[in-house]
């Protein structure tokens, strides 16, 4: 008996320490340098920008910079939980325009802005929740399901609106995103909210711990009791929830639901999380990184704005950034590694 005793115990040690890898002083050094290594290229770049941009600094385009990073922002902060478990979601920037027509046509049909935003929200945790179910139960690729869904829900939302973009009146439902308080828009405020509430979820409860170690090892994460699928369809499940509130908040802003929104915005948030320190092999990620790697992705698009770069110019750009983000995490990796 005691024997068994002894044996299920070093099993149970096993399972904690692949869970929770322990870290030498090298690893931890060098987990150091790259977090504070992302903090001064923002502050250098931010300095930088400051100085040679014209009306960079200026109250307005501040303001203007945290409202243009604000979905960004609010899908970061779920997309952070899906990388950070070994998977990614394509079908957010589809969502975000399904969300906003949706959204669109229910309000113009009830006149009920409650209705309409419940609706679009509820439509995105479907689609999350399918996206989830495919990859966890049917053990299906997540790019191969979410690249599907981006497809099937982009058409969705052109079959739905003939094509055409679905404008509103409401006076309640533009409010939503011109209302401000304190100076300061309520889709800044959401987005600070959503960075609070997704960084205490990732630190401090039972559903942040099960998503990096699922990351860190799905395997052990299953003989440690942990129900691996339904986690990651909850993951999914609030991505594509918190992902429609960004397309309901975007739809006020311009004053419209257009089927052909946030085309490439799946780009833009994958490589604010990479940049801000989430690992695309999983097990990694701090609020704080994402945090800052969607304000140096806000930042960038921002100065290219006020410098007229041509569009196709930006292209470019946002895809050396996407790569310049998988290398680094590759030598954050490999330095942890060695």
Request: with cysteine.
């Amino acid at each position: 008996m005691e024997a068994r005793e002894n044996i299920v115990g070093q099993a149970t040690e096993k399972v904690a320490n692949t869970l929770i890898p322990q870290k030498n002083d090298k690893q931890r050094w060098w987990q150091q340098i790259t977090e504070y290594s992302l903090i001064v290229i923002f502050v250098v770049m931010f300095l930088t920008m400051s100085l040679t941009v014209d009306h960079f600094f200026s109250i307005e385009n501040m303001l203007g910079l945290a409202l243009s990073i604000s979905q960004i922002g609010m899908v970061a902060c779920t997309m952070m939980f899906c990388l950070a478990s070994r998977d990614f979601d394509l079908s957010v920037g589809s969502t975000i325009a399904f969300a906003g027509v949706l959204c669109a046509m229910v309000l113009n049909a009830t006149d009920n802005t409650a209705i309409a935003i419940v609706a679009a929200v509820a439509a995105g945790a479907v689609i999350g929740f399918v996206n989830g179910a495919v990859i966890a139960y049917l053990r299906i690729n997540a790019l191969i399901t979410t690249l599907a869904t981006m497809e099937i829900v982009r058409g969705l939302g052109f079959i739905v609106s003939h094509g055409q973009a679905v404008g509103v009146s409401s006076d309640t439902f533009i409010a939503l995103g011109s209302l401000s308080t304190l100076g300061i828009s309520l889709p800044i405020w959401v987005t600070l909210a959503c960075f609070i509430v997704f960084g205490v979820l990732l630190n401090q409860t039972v559903y942040g711990r099960n998503t990096l170690a699922i990351g860190g090892n799905p395997e052990a994460s299953r003989l440690a009791g942990i129900n691996v699928e339904r986690t990651r369809v909850w993951i999914f499940l609030i991505q594509g929830a918190v992902t429609a509130l960004a397309g309901v908040i975007l739809a006020s802003r311009i004053t419209s639901g257009q089927p052909n929104a946030a085309q490439g915005f799946e780009l833009n948030v994958i490589s604010a999380c990479v940049l801000g320190g989430v690992s695309l092999l999983g097990g990694r990620a701090t609020i704080s990184g994402v945090v800052i790697g969607v304000l140096i992705m806000g930042t960038v698009e921002n100065v290219m704005n006020l410098l007229n770069i041509d569009a196709f110019y930006q292209y470019l750009v946002r895809g050396a950034i996407l790569l310049a983000a998988v290398l680094l995490d590759q030598l954050k990796n490999r330095g942890s590694r060695d």
